[in-house]
């Protein structure tokens, strides 16, 4: 079954908001400090509106199966980040992160110098995936973090 890659619509919100907290609770990290607390979660179409920032949803037989984003980190300039990558458990092991992953390099390297990557040590799959694309270890977040739960910081220069 083919699989679509589209920016998101306000139609898909909350969609995607509940795949995110779904994904996080299932993992045990619905908790203050990550996404699942994020005040805009179910507004992400709005969110995503600047040249600089992009979200993108997997739509599979019509129906949201899953999303990620490119968004400016703490309002730099140089500096972009991977936002809200998450995709529904039943379609996980497809390789549909990897339609994720390279949409949103190609546009990062469109607007950054750099991506950043927040995540979780315990996110084996996730940070496997991020690993395969250059991602390197930081042993802090970068100055403004909103996710303070966060435990695993990633960075990647763009050519």
């Given at each position: 079954?083919?699989?679509?890659?589209?920016?998101?619509?306000?139609?898909?919100?909350?969609?995607?908001?509940?795949?995110?907290?779904?994904s996080?609770?299932?993992?045990?990290?619905?908790?203050?400090?990550?996404?699942?607390?994020?005040?805009?979660?179910?507004?992400?179409?709005?969110?995503?509106?600047p040249?600089?920032?992009?979200?993108?949803?997997?739509?599979?037989a019509?129906?949201?199966?899953?999303g990620?984003?490119?968004?400016?980190f703490?309002?730099?300039?140089?500096?972009?980040?991977?936002?809200?990558?998450?995709?529904?458990?039943?379609?996980?092991?497809?390789?549909?992160?990897?339609?994720?992953?390279?949409?949103?390099?190609?546009?990062?390297?469109?607007?950054?110098?750099?991506?950043?990557?927040e995540?979780?040590?315990?996110?084996?799959?996730?940070?496997?995936?991020?690993k395969?694309?250059?991602?390197?270890?930081?042993?802090?977040?970068l100055?403004?973090?909103?996710?303070?739960?966060?435990?695993?910081?990633?960075?990647?220069?763009?050519?």
């Amino acid at each position: 079954m083919t699989v679509i890659i589209r920016p998101i619509t306000k139609e898909d919100d909350q969609r995607v908001g509940e795949i995110v907290q779904e994904s996080l609770k299932e993992a045990g990290l619905d908790m203050k400090g990550t996404a699942y607390y994020d005040p805009y979660l179910f507004q992400l179409s709005e969110i995503y509106q600047p040249a600089n920032a992009k979200y993108w949803v997997l739509e599979k037989a019509g129906r949201v199966i899953g999303g990620g984003g490119i968004g400016p980190f703490n309002h730099s300039a140089k500096t972009g980040e991977l936002q809200k990558l998450y995709i529904e458990a039943s379609e996980q092991g497809n390789g549909y992160a990897h339609l994720l992953m390279e949409k949103g390099i190609q546009f990062a390297e469109q607007h950054y110098e750099e991506l950043y990557i927040e995540t979780f040590a315990s996110l084996d799959k996730a940070n496997y995936l991020y690993k395969r694309y250059g991602f390197e270890s930081l042993q802090q977040p970068l100055e403004g973090t909103e996710h303070s739960a966060c435990d695993t910081w990633l960075l990647k220069k763009t050519p």
